[in-house]
Each structure stands twice: as structure tokens, then as C-alpha cells.
């Protein structure tokens, strides 16, 4: 059975890989925005530019990166979170080291307890 700590790598790894997607995403979107920018300089209409940049299909996608970017966010704070607490931190400590309130320390610990 994994540790603790051996899923908050398999998680932080799989962050890692969300981080990358939504950096190769961002960089594709670029050159769309690039060529939007430049077919409205051009004086094109905004309904026109918008569909040549297929605009209603990258809002979708766009939002679907990014929540799949979020979650594996989430999942990878939650396990490293639970490892820390598995080696002893305590509450406060969590809270200080993530920069966050004692409150909402409290309350990923209690997501993670009631994963367990």
C-alpha cells in the first residue's frame, strides 16, 4: 500500500503534467488572440474574427483545461497536505506554511479525514 507521502508525489507529479498541458495550451491560445487582434486591426468585423478563431469551441476547451489544471491542483494540496500531517504538523503549521487561515487549514484536514 502507497504511503502518504508516495501519493502526494504520484499527485504532485500529475500536477506537474497539468502544469505543462496548460502552458502548451496558453501558448496555442496566444496565437489565436494574436491573430484576432490582427484581423480586427485589419478592420474585419468582431463576429467575423471571432469565428476564424473558432472562438466558441477554445472558451470550451479553455474552460476545460483549466478545471482539469484546477482539480489536479486541488488533489495534489489535499495529499501533500495529509503527508505533512502524517509526519506531524500540526493545524497551525499547515496553516503557516501554506499561507493560509488556521480555518481553512481546518477544513482541508477535514476533507482529507473523511477521504481516509
Known sequence: ??????????????LIAGVDELAEYLSSMRGSYIELQRILEEGGSVAVALRSVAADEARQAMTAVLDDFERRRHMSRLSLIAADLDE?????????????????????????????
Not at 500500500?1 to 500529475?14: F, H, I, K, W, Y
Not at 499561507?99 to 477535514?110: E, P
Open 1 to 14: 500500500m502507497p504511503s502518504l507521502r508516495d501519493e502526494a508525489l504520484r499527485d504532485l507529479e500529475a
Open 88 to 116: 506531524g504538523s500540526t493545524i497551525n503549521e499547515i496553516s503557516r506554511t501554506w499561507g493560509i487561515s488556521r480555518q481553512l487549514a481546518s477544513r482541508y484536514v477535514k476533507a482529507i479525514r473523511v477521504d481516509i
